[in-house]
């Protein structure tokens, strides 16, 4: 599927909810490739200077879209998953944070392989280490996770 957004004149001819409702489209609709890219166009979106950041950043703030990516953070593909993870983590909204912790037990059981990117991401927007699924009975892949976080690697030179 090609991606609409391509295909759309500039965003300031667009209403913010005519921009969400294309990129939640692209998300619920899409195939992994083009998910990633409408995932990429919201950080971007959200992150690097333009005339209408602050107009996304408003209409993110409230927008349905946050339930779409708690969708994908279950996703069946490992690489929605990620960017997923990743999007939520660099949007930067800490009261959002809760989405990475619940999807936690779905990626310790399924996504062991996304899992210290979710803990790095979890800890960039609360600022803190939350150790309190390690008071769970012992699991190999808590275990091992919390070594890689304490001895740095989720992040060069530690956290």
């Given at each position: 599927?090609?991606?609409?957004?391509?295909?759309?004149v500039?965003?300031?001819?667009?209403?913010?909810?005519?921009?969400f409702?294309?990129?939640?489209?692209?998300?619920?609709?899409?195939?992994?490739?083009?998910?990633?890219?409408?995932?990429?166009?919201?950080r971007?979106?959200?992150?690097?200077?333009?005339?209408?950041?602050?107009?996304?950043?408003?209409?993110?703030?409230?927008?349905?879209?946050?339930?779409?990516?708690?969708?994908?953070?279950y996703?069946?593909?490992?690489?929605?998953?990620?960017?997923?993870i990743?999007?939520?983590?660099?949007?930067?909204?800490?009261?959002?944070?809760?989405?990475?912790?619940?999807?936690?037990?779905?990626?310790?059981?399924?996504?062991?392989?996304?899992?210290?990117?979710?803990?790095?991401?979890?800890?960039?927007?609360?600022?803190?280490?939350?150790?309190?699924?390690?008071?769970?009975?012992?699991h190999?892949?808590?275990?091992?996770?919390?070594?890689?976080?304490?001895?740095?690697?989720?992040?060069?030179?530690?956290?």
């Amino acid at each position: 599927m090609k991606i609409l957004l391509d295909e759309c004149v500039p965003i300031g001819d667009h209403s913010m909810e005519k921009v969400f409702a294309e990129i939640d489209f692209i998300l619920a609709e899409s195939e992994p490739e083009a998910v990633a890219h409408a995932l990429g166009f919201v950080r971007d979106a959200a992150l690097y200077p333009h005339a209408f950041r602050e107009a996304f950043h408003d209409h993110l703030r409230t927008s349905t879209i946050w339930d779409r990516f708690r969708t994908l953070l279950y996703a069946p593909n490992f690489y929605t998953r990620q960017n997923a993870i990743s999007t939520v983590g660099k949007l930067t909204y800490e009261d959002r944070a809760y989405l990475l912790s619940d999807a936690f037990p779905f990626c310790l059981e399924h996504d062991p392989i996304n899992l210290p990117g979710l803990l790095f991401e979890l800890h960039w927007l609360t600022h803190q280490w939350n150790w309190s699924f390690l008071q769970t009975p012992p699991h190999f892949r808590r275990r091992n996770h919390a070594v890689y976080a304490w001895e740095g690697r989720l992040h060069p030179g530690g956290l």
